[in-house]
Structures are given as C-alpha cells and as structure tokens.
T-cell receptor, first 115, second 112 residues
Framework: GAGVSQSPSNKVTEKGKDVELRCDPI?????LYWYRQSLGQGLEFLIY????????KSGLPSDRFSAERTGGSVSTLTIQRTQQEDSAVYLC?????????????FGSGTRLTVV | LAKTTQPISMDSYEGQEVNITCSHN???????ITWYQQFPSQGPRFIIQ???TKVTNEVASLFIPADRKSSTLSLPRVSLSDTAVYYC?????????????FGTGTRLQVTL
C-alpha cells in the first residue's frame, strides 16, 4: 500500500481481556517495528522484525506481549490479559531495508484504552 | 545506542528560522542522525537524515560538526503548521537490527 496501515485506530477493552493490533507495512519493506507511546511521552521500542523473524524482542515489557509477522508483510501485536498500564498508542513502522538508512514510515497508530 | 539530549520545548514566531540542537556525545562511528516530526494523533514523520557536514532538503537543513557530537535541525521561515514535536535520533545498523531510540523530543510552538 501507499503507507503503513494500522487497525483498529481505536480500541477500548476491559482489563484482563486479550487484544490484537494489526500492522500492514508498505509493500516491499523488509523491516517492521513496533513502538508504544504513552500520553505525552516519547516512543518506547517494543520489537523489530526482519522478514518474518524477530531478532530483537528486548523492548517487550512482559510475557503478556507477543508479536508475529507472516509472509514478510502483515504483523500482529498481541497483548494478553490487558492491564490499565497497557493503555497507550501503539505505533508500527516499516523501512525499506534493515539498515533503516532511508528512514522509517510510521502508521497513525492504534490507541488502546484499558478500562 | 547513543543517548540524545535536546530541549524540551521551544517557541517561535511565524516566519522566523528555528534551530533545534541535539547533543549525542557518545555517537558511534556507524551511527547516522535522523530527525522526525510528530503531530498530535499521528505517527512520527521522517524529516531529514545525515552522517556528517550539512544536508538540505525541501523542508529542512541538518548541520553536523566534524566531531558529530551534536547536530542542529534548521527550519527556515516556520509557519503555524510547523507546531509539532521534533525528535532527534542516533542509531545505526548493528548487524542484526536497526533500532532507533526516540527520546522525549522538542515541542515547538509557533505563534503569530
């Protein structure tokens, strides 16, 4: 597609429920990244994919968080047993190649609210 | 990963040139410097990237001194629509990942 697409744009869920956030990167971009941004804060790195593999999962805050990427394209970030502190905007980005030299293209994010 | 330090906020009047400086004292040899702009409710948008000296594109210039321990983003003749948060990032390919770390950014407020 023309840009990075994320869905849903907004998600309200009850504490303890599982949620899935989807990212559709730019066609042909081999690298895909997930970040989290809490209100008024900077971006927090979560996980990075090169193709379908995730060489760097160091940013995932707990084992309730997982992500996968299939076909070198769409990625899903899953949060199990959501907690109120998981409320944030989850941003996905993709880049043409693994060096990131040409910069990231970000989606508009999914605003997750856990009530 | 090199840590960056930039002012929390800046104010400017429309039509002025704005320079935002970022410090990155422990930048590594293979690190490049990238600036992003973020509007409310949107993801960050790539502005400019450089390794050394000066880079210019249609929206901004990036000045990097010889020691590369700092960089300055220059926005010529800002308008109200340039009000946003600007992030300075330093990073590079480590062989297995290209993980750029975002700080809290500089909040630029442009007024009439």
């Amino acid at each position: 597609g023309a840009g990075v697409s994320q869905s849903p744009s907004n998600k309200v869920t009850e504490k303890g429920k599982d949620v899935e956030l989807r990212c559709d990167p730019i066609s042909g971009h081999t690298a895909l990244y997930w970040y989290r941004q809490s209100l008024g804060q900077g971006l927090e790195f979560l996980i990075y994919f090169q193709g379908n593999s995730a060489p760097d999962k160091s940013g995932l805050p707990s084992d309730r968080f997982s992500a996968e990427r299939t076909g070198g394209s769409v990625s899903t970030l899953t949060i199990q047993r959501t907690q109120q502190e998981d409320s944030a905007v989850y941003l996905c980005a993709s880049s043409l190649e693994v060096t990131g030299y040409y910069g990231y293209t970000f989606g508009s994010g999914t605003r997750l609210t856990v009530v | 990963l090199a840590k960056t330090t930039q002012p929390i906020s800046m104010d400017s009047y429309e039509g002025q040139e704005v320079n935002i400086t970022c410090s990155h004292n422990n930048i590594a040899t293979n690190d490049y410097i990238t600036w992003y702009q973020q509007f409310p409710s949107q993801g960050p948008r790539f502005i400019i990237q450089g390794y050394k000296t000066k880079v210019t594109n249609e929206v901004a210039s990036l000045f990097i001194p010889a020691d590369r321990k700092s960089s300055t983003l220059s926005l010529p003749r800002v308008s109200l629509s340039d009000t946003a948060v600007y992030y300075c990032l330093v990073g590079g390919y480590t062989g297995t990942a290209s993980k750029l770390t975002f700080g809290t950014g500089t909040r630029l407020q442009v007024t009439l």
